[in-house]
């Protein structure tokens, strides 16, 4: 038995089938018992199937029915009797407890109508239509015969209840016509032979699905796998190479078209009319597009291949496939990993069709924002093995980025003007400042980081890592600070400059190969013009040497260097931050970026001054001032606004422009955090709140009243003294 698509008038694999929920019904019919006032009831979903009945099945430990069993019971409407015998299969609590047998129109029932011997009568055909068999109903669609068949069934009195019931429909993958379970003469493959190496490659770990939840799915599957049917009722795909003898009968199985019988040697003979399932041909593909069953070179040099991507809606008609294929035919697994990537859908949610019109073309995104941009905004939305929920809007991220980091390739490129002597590499690496090395130390770890995420296939992650490194570390921070060495301004010799030029070269370089499989066009633009500014006295070094090359597509991709300069990198991170909170106190009292303001940078930590103070540049190149304090204590203003971070006291004050604003802001922010006080305090009053509570939770809120209270009291202070 097979399932039949009436519209498309094809057989089709179990997995071509989708099965989808819908409301129906369940009939209740009564079924005389021949020779007997008495009667039993069977419920069925499709009534129009009951025509092709051969028997009646009842558990055999059911009591209800055991005087019933061997006795017989009248088909309505056809009359014909159908022997009543017992069957574990059937579940005494589902239905009446009694189930009809139509083995032509379901798989479960051909089954048992195997076992018990019972007659194959098909009353519905390929088009969907009601056969001969059908009696009175012959010729009529399925569902106009299940109407006519229930009004007829009523007139006689054999419906006992009709009840809503919600069941799972088959329908075609292709036209989505409900499948008819159908008797047919096809071509299977046996599949259990071929699956249980199949399983045990998986077990082993010799193939290794990401992420890994999917393993479970295809064990199971594979473990419950039925015989494939292979033979396709359409006219197109590779026909199947069998051919009849009209003399003998004899099936002649042939790679090359056979001129006469093997058997009778007759020259009568006829191809079989059905070609293969495409799946069918599909599951050769990793060894049969390299010159197979030959021995080729090609056949040698790339099976097996490494790493198959593709999506979870073919783990079944593909993968799990190819991989048994590979093992019968090549004795070799295809492939040591799958990667299922996730679907992209609309920002509803929904899977995109044309039917729906939901679709984003590609070739559009890629005339409006760029290839790159498209692939790089894939990369960052697309979580391991998650759905990806798109609207047009998305694309827009990686346009940005692209700019971003266009325009600060353009800035290093424009200035690295080398007109002058060009100092050697050996002595700007011993010129290198503070950023420098933090910059380097960065590099090095994400680098680090790209690497792990790529090997985890988490490429997103990957993708999230470059964007942060390029736009804030590089393109934010280092691109800002170099400025002042590459104007050659405060002090800074043409040293400096080259200095401050080979590591945002070196860093710029780094960054492309990183990015080059996620942004390939881009990368490779920047990089033959990096190649073209690189002064020849470079090219030797190890950093550079690659650029001789004639593309980015045969340079190495970027490993960490064996140097270290992690507590350059942390003590840069301190600096940063206390430039970030200088930003962020400007930015929350709305000071223009064209004025510039008085700083104090007010420690107890000698160390902490020291640092300050060798690298103030860092701060006026990064920050509007007027003029910077770095102490331990400093007279101020009592107009200023102030910030702690990390022990260190920020103190900004306030123009008179922005006073009012200021004072606002903060009676703003404290009236804010007055109702999370209160709110807090209700809870730690609440005495059932502190007996029923787990102890964390009851932690946690002491902890953030405390946090509340302490901000409410600095703030307070802060408003105390503008407004005295």
Request: contains cysteine; proline residues 5%; glycine residues 4%.
């Given at each position: 038995?097979?399932n ?28 005389p ?44 409407v ?18 009446t407890g009694i189930?009809?047998i ?12 195997r ?8 009353v ?36 006992e ?24 003469d ?5 599949m ?30 594979m473990?419950?796998?039925r015989?494939?049917c292979?033979?396709r ?69 790339f ?27 090549m ?8 990667y299922i ?22 070739i ?48 290093v490129?424009?200035?690295?003007d ?13 010129n290198l ?11 090095d ?24 490194f390029?736009?804030h ?10 400025k ?45 013009n990096?190649?073209?500014v690189?002064?020849?006295?470079w ?12 593309s980015?597509?045969?340079?190495p ?20 931050e ?7 106190m400007?930015?929350?009292?709305n000071?223009?970026p ?30 509007p ?22 022990g ?17 802001r903060?009676?703003k922010e ?8 209160q ?46």
């Open positions: 038995i097979v039949w698509c009436i519209r498309c008038e094809t057989a089709l694999a179990d997995e071509e089938v989708e099965h989808e929920e819908k409301k129906g019904k369940l009939y209740y019919i009564r079924y018992v021949e020779g007997t006032d008495e009667h039993v009831v069977v419920a069925t979903t499709r009534p129009e199937t009951m025509l092709g009945d051969t028997g009646l099945a009842v558990n055999p430990d059911d009591e209800r029915y055991q005087h019933l069993i061997g006795k017989k019971a009248l088909l309505p056809l009359h014909r009797k159908l022997p009543i015998f017992a069957d574990e299969y059937v579940e005494k609590e589902f239905g189930v009809k139509t083995p032509a129109h379901d798989p479960n029932d051909f089954e048992i109508g076992e018990h011997q019972l007659a194959e009568i098909r519905i055909d390929n088009q969907g239509k009601m056969t001969e068999e059908a009696g009175p109903f012959k010729g009529q669609d399925r569902y106009e015969c299940r109407r006519n068949l229930l009004e007829r069934l009523q007139e006689e009195g054999l419906i209840k009709e009840e809503d019931y919600t069941h799972k429909i088959g329908s075609c993958y292709r036209c989505h016509t409900v499948i008819e379970p159908s008797i047919s096809q071509w299977f493959v046996k259990k032979p071929l699956a249980e190496p199949a399983i045990e490659v998986v077990k082993q770990g010799k193939i290794k699905f990401v992420p890994e939840r999917w393993t479970k799915v295809y064990l199971h599957w473990e419950n796998i015989d494939w292979i033979s009722q359409i006219w197109w795909g590779h026909r199947i190479p069998v051919w009849y003898c009209r003399d003998c009968g004899h099936l002649n199985v042939e790679e090359f078209d056979p001129t006469q019988c093997e058997k009778c040697g007759s020259d009568n003979l006829k191809q079989d009319e059905d070609v293969l399932d495409t799946w069918f041909s599909s599951w050769l593909w990793p060894f049969s597009t390299l010159g197979w069953p030959d021995n080729t070179s090609d056949l040698k040099a099976y097996p291949t490494d790493v198959l991507i593709t999506d979870p809606g073919i783990i079944f008609f593909w993968v799990a496939r190819m991989i048994m294929a590979g093992l019968k035919f004795d070799d697994i295809p492939f040591h990993t799958v990537h996730g679907t992209v859908r609309d920002e509803l949610g929904r899977k995109m069709s044309k039917s729906l019109g939901n679709g984003i073309d590609p559009e995104m890629i005339e409006k924002y760029s290839a790159d941009a498209m692939r790089f905004s894939l990369m960052m939305l697309t979580a391991e093995g998650q759905d990806v929920n798109l609207s047009e809007s998305k694309f827009e991220m990686g346009r940005n980025f692209a700019n971003k980091l266009w325009n600060a390739a353009r800035f490129l424009m200035n690295a080398f007109s002058e002597e060009v100092p050697p590499l050996s002595s700007l690496q011993d400042e503070l950023a420098d090395k933090w910059i380097l130390n960065r590099l770890k994400n680098t680090a980081q790209v690497r792990n995420h790529l090997d985890r296939y988490n490429f997103n992650e990957t993708a999230h890592t470059l964007y942060n390029t736009w570390d590089f393109c934010d921070w280092y691109v800002e600070i170099i002042p060495r590459l104007y050659q301004r405060e002090g800074y010799t043409l040293q400096d400059k080259a200095t401050a030029l080979y590591v945002a070269l070196k860093i710029l370089d780094n960054i492309i190969r990183l990015l080059h499989p996620f942004t390939p066009f881009i990368t490779e633009e920047i990089r033959q990096v190649a073209e690189i002064p020849p006295s090219k030797n070094s190890p950093d550079f040497q690659h650029l001789q090359d004639s980015i597509c045969r340079d991709y970027p490993a960490e260097s064996e140097v270290s300069y992690a507590k350059e990198e942390e003590l840069m991170e301190f600096i940063t206390i430039i970030y909170n200088v930003r962020k400007r930015g929350e009292m000071i223009s064209h004025i510039k303001n008085e700083l104090y940078l007010i420690s107890n930590d000698q160390k902490t001054l020291e640092l300050f103070r060798e690298n103030e540049r860092y701060f006026h190149s990064l920050i001032l007027a003029s910077l304090y770095i102490a331990k204590e400093a007279d101020y203003p009592s107009s200023a606004s102030e910030h702690f971070s990390r260190v006291k920020l103190v900004i004050p306030v123009p008179e422009e922005v006073l009012d604003a200021e004072v606002k903060l009676r404290i009236a804010k955090l007055e109702k999370e006080i709110q807090a305090e209700r809870k730690l009053n609440n005495e059932q709140f502190l007996q029923k509570a787990p102890a964390p939770v009851v932690e946690k809120e002491r902890k953030k009243h405390q946090e509340y209270n302490q901000q409410y009291r600095f703030l307070q202070e802060q408003l105390d003294r503008l407004t005295s």
